[in-house]
């Protein structure tokens, strides 16, 4: 048989017990069976439960009182409660309050509205984990995507200040050399133009060949400049 979930039912009365023991055996979902909210307690310790049905009425603890304590520690458990007409009233102020997800009036019709119920408070549970599950799912994405926001913007802050550590050096180097380059183009100019000196030829060549080269540098420099 399919398990499509587990229900706890608690009731002081044995009866009552077997009797919707024999009315749900043909259910798809696993049941426990509790006869009193100490019980309840202890079989919720030891297993996973899914939906809880107690009897309203119980000694030493109602079922109010149970679910009261189920909400605490074990706030995914759907909580339904079995009643008299007489406590109606005490249920509705639960209902309101969250403490309870929904109630059952004895006698309650087994097929109209005790096994509806039963299956509803199933579906609200699976949904409800869903949901959960997706909230997690999303806080956990959301918290890797600031991860990586602060991971780029911390690598967009080392980029800015190497280009602006790189501008400065350039600026300095621009501002050093360049103007040294230039007067050494034009001291070379010169001393080709108006030479007076018995220069070999290829001294002369290797100055003009220098000057180009100053020239290369200064072009250079000023592209790496405007590059940055």
């Known amino acids: 048989m399919e398990n499509n979930g587990v229900i706890l039912f608690v009731d002081d009365e044995e009866n009552i017990l077997k009797s919707i023991r024999r009315s749900l055996m043909d259910e798809p979902y696993e049941m426990f069976f ?3 909210g100490k019980e309840a307690l202890k079989i919720l310790e030891e297993n996973k439960v899914d939906v809880i049905v107690t009897d309203m009425r119980m000694p030493e603890m109602n079922g109010l009182e149970l679910l009261e304590i189920v909400k605490k520690k074990y706030p995914d458990i759907v909580r339904i409660v079995l ?3 007489a406590q109606v009233s005490t249920l509705i102020a639960a209902i309101n309050s969250g403490q309870i997800y929904r109630y059952l009036v004895k006698p309650w019709k087994l097929e109209a509205e005790f096994k509806p119920a039963i299956r509803q408070a199933l579906e609200h549970h699976r949904l409800m984990m869903e949901r959960n599950k997706m909230i997690k799912e ?3 994405k959301t918290i890797e995507l600031q991860k990586q ?3 780029k913007e911390e690598l967009i802050k080392k980029i ?3 280009n602006r550590k790189k501008k400065e050096i350039l600026s300095i180097l621009s501002a050093k050399t360049i103007p040294f380059i230039e007067e050494a183009v034009y001291w070379i100019d010169e001393l080709s133009k108006n030479s007076n ?3 070999e030829e290829h001294i002369l060549k290797e100055l003009e060949k220098l000057k180009n080269r100053a020239k290369q540098v200064i072009d250079v420099l000023l592209k790496i400049k405007d590059i940055f």
Request: aromatic fraction near 12%; avoid cysteine.
């Open 149 to 151: 926001i602060k991971e």
């Open 34 to 36: 509790a006869n009193s």
């Open 138 to 140: 999303l806080k956990f």
């Open 160 to 162: 800015e200040e190497s």
């Open 83 to 85: 009643t008299g007409y």
């Open 197 to 199: 000196m018995e220069l």
